[in-house]
């Protein structure tokens, strides 16, 4: 067992652009790129080992390989062989979709996956970048479709100006858009469920209108008035910050420049390490170390207690979190 890295998974969409590539020193493409997978269970893209004797092994089968040893006594007992989250970055050059993703239930029951909450950390944003999140006053599933038929959906969808370090939570349920002009990290359950339910009259690369799904979000949609900022950040220890702690992972920033250790006692939860600044490198006795970069992220594999980083780094952690975090 090592700290793994998994080779870049890139999705060309009509949305992307070329901020992502530049961020993580990758060649030039001729099409917009929207989304880099980072640690993906999803089947048709996996993340599959880049290097040591491992590499070419898919997460999925580490998971079925190393069980707990891996994953984490407390992610074992919940998700058994499957893996339970999904980070990626995000390049919106353009507005992504007004859409919404359903919870456990209602995706269990029409897919027989999990359902979708996620947050979102903004890396970089122009300056007028906007994040839609929640609608801004009560509203009724017949009015919802009123209003979509109106062309007037956005009146009744909160905004506000994002800025680097900020931190949106989208339960499943909330209507949301990531606008224009940003760039982020995506930490999200394992699902790729997306119901869309404004598109700006868009159509695809075959000039078809990009499909909606209205009864499917009419279904899922929580149409209580809610914001989805994350303002509250509790002081973890030196240079650990927290984001969001939710049932569902619990997401850390981490900043350090020298050395620095970290504990992950009990082994109950892997951890994610997505690099987004700088430079460190990460070493566990018995494996080998690892340097991680700006863009690159890392599975520190849940027997490794205690990392030992040199560097001088920016680091957003993810696990799923055990009965002392749910606590604090």
């Not at 070329?18 to 989304?35: N, Q, R, T, V, Y």
């Not at 580490?62 to 390049?91: M, N, Q, T």
């Not at 009560?138 to 909160?158: A, C, H, K």
């Not at 973890?236 to 050395?259: I, K, Q, S, W």
Request: charged residues 25%.
């Amino acid at each position: 067992m090592q700290i793994y890295k998994f080779n870049t998974i890139l999705k060309p969409v009509l949305w992307g652009g070329s901020k992502l590539l530049e961020f993580k020193h990758l060649p030039a493409c001729d099409e917009p790129i929207g989304e880099s997978w980072e640690l993906s269970a999803m089947p048709g893209r996996e993340s599959v080992v880049a290097q040591g004797e491992e590499k070419g092994m898919t997460l999925s089968q580490l998971v079925h390989h190393y069980g707990a040893e891996l994953v984490g006594k407390e992610v074992s007992r919940r998700y058994g062989d499957s893996f339970p989250l999904l980070i990626k970055f995000i390049d919106a050059r353009r507005d992504l979709s007004i859409q919404v993703h359903p919870d456990d239930k209602m995706a269990r029951q029409r897919h027989g996956c999990s359902g979708k909450n996620e947050m979102w950390y903004i890396l970089n944003a122009d300056e007028h970048a906007l994040i839609r999140a929640g609608f801004n006053r009560q509203l009724s599933p017949d009015e919802f479709v009123t209003l979509l038929n109106e062309g007037s959906i956005l009146d009744v969808v909160n905004s506000s100006t994002s800025r680097p370090g900020d931190v949106f939570y989208l339960q499943a349920g909330q209507i949301h858009c990531i606008g224009a002009g940003n760039f982020l990290v995506e930490i999200q359950q394992s699902s790729d469920i997306t119901y869309r339910v404004w598109d700006y009259n868009r159509h695809d690369t075959d000039g078809k209108l990009r499909p909606l799904h209205i009864e499917e979000a009419r279904e899922a949609l929580d149409f209580s008035p809610r914001e989805d900022k994350v303002l509250d950040r509790p002081n973890l220890g030196p240079g650990m910050t927290g984001l969001v702690n939710c049932p569902y992972f619990l997401a850390r920033h981490l900043e350090f420049d020298g050395d620095y250790t970290f504990e992950n006692p009990g082994c109950q939860s892997f951890v994610a390490m997505v690099c987004i600044q700088g430079e460190a490198t990460l070493q566990v006795e018995g494996m080998k170390p690892v340097t991680v970069q700006q863009g690159e992220t890392v599975l520190v594999p849940a027997i490794a207690e205690r990392v030992e980083m040199s560097g001088a780094a920016r680091l957003l952690l993810a696990s799923i979190p055990t009965e002392e975090d749910k606590n604090q």
